[in-house]
């Protein structure tokens, strides 16, 4: 009996696996050639995702960079038009400032030879007066004719000589001597008529003999010389003497 236990213990096997069949193994070749297929399908749709989106993002890189491209360039652009507009502007303040001291030195120009005319002009007043009693006189060594030598006499707060008598006659024909002189004697608003200067009429006469002799009616201003007065075209080119009274 126990022999027959340990034959029986000799005889006692593990379970064997089952082997497998042919149908099995086709089985298992074909699920992994699907699941290497689904990989293969799955990289390559990974492979285009990963493409396109390489392929957009170089695009919109590629985009940027066109654009900061053309913005250097509009800054390039605009930085030589302003460094130009610059130029420009300096130019034109360079040129302005020449026209300005230009002009100043035009303007001084102008101011001096103005103030030499003025000054001249003053000296050749101040030459010409002469002092009568209460009266000044001027005795001009220019000429011109009745109506501008009246103005400008009025121009500086005087007016043409009015003669009142013979002393005072005596002084401007002592002056005067051969020259002919404008005075403040006038008939052109009536032939025949004469009136000073203020509208008062002749009280003394001292005309040269002969005068006046305004037979044709248009020798209507009267001068006056060492000779005594004479009538004369009132357009005639004559010295002239102003008179302005002291104690007005």
């Known amino acids: 009996m126990k022999h027959k236990k340990e034959t029986e213990d000799f005889n006692t096997e593990e379970p064997r696996t089952p082997r497998r069949t042919g149908s099995d193994g086709v089985t298992i070749s074909r ?25 957009q993002e170089r695009q ?18 605009n930085n030589m038009n302003l460094t130009q ?12 400032t020449e026209e300005r001291e230009q002009l100043k030195i035009i303007n001084l120009t102008e101011e001096r030879d103005q103030l030499k005319s003025e000054i001249n002009d003053l000296q050749k007043f101040v030459d010409g007066l002469k002092c009568h009693q209460s009266t000044l006189y001027f005795f001009s060594s220019e000429k011109k004719n009745w109506n501008e030598s009246r103005r400008y006499c009025r121009e500086r707060g005087t007016d043409l000589i009015i ?41 003394s006469e001292f005309w040269k003999s002969g005068e006046p002799n305004d037979y044709q009616g248009n020798e209507d201003c009267a001068n006056t010389r060492s000779l005594g007065w004479f ?3 009132c357009d005639s080119s004559v010295k002239w003497i102003c008179e302005k009274s002291i104690l007005k």
């Open 31 to 55: 699920a992994a050639a699907v699941v290497f297929v689904l990989l293969c399908v799955l990289l390559l749709t990974a492979r285009i995702i990963l493409c396109a989106t390489f392929t």
């Open 60 to 77: 919109q890189l590629q985009a940027k960079i066109i654009n900061l491209t053309q913005e250097r360039d509009q800054l390039l652009t």
């Open 85 to 96: 507009e610059r130029q420009q502007l300096l130019t034109k303040i360079t040129n302005l």
């Open 163 to 203: 003669i009142k008598n013979k002393e005072e006659q005596d002084f401007v024909k002592n002056i005067c001597g051969s020259d002919h002189f404008w005075i403040g004697l006038t008939d052109i608003e009536e032939e025949g008529r004469w009136k000073w200067v203020d509208g008062s009429t002749l009280t």
């Open 231 to 233: 009538d004369t075209k």
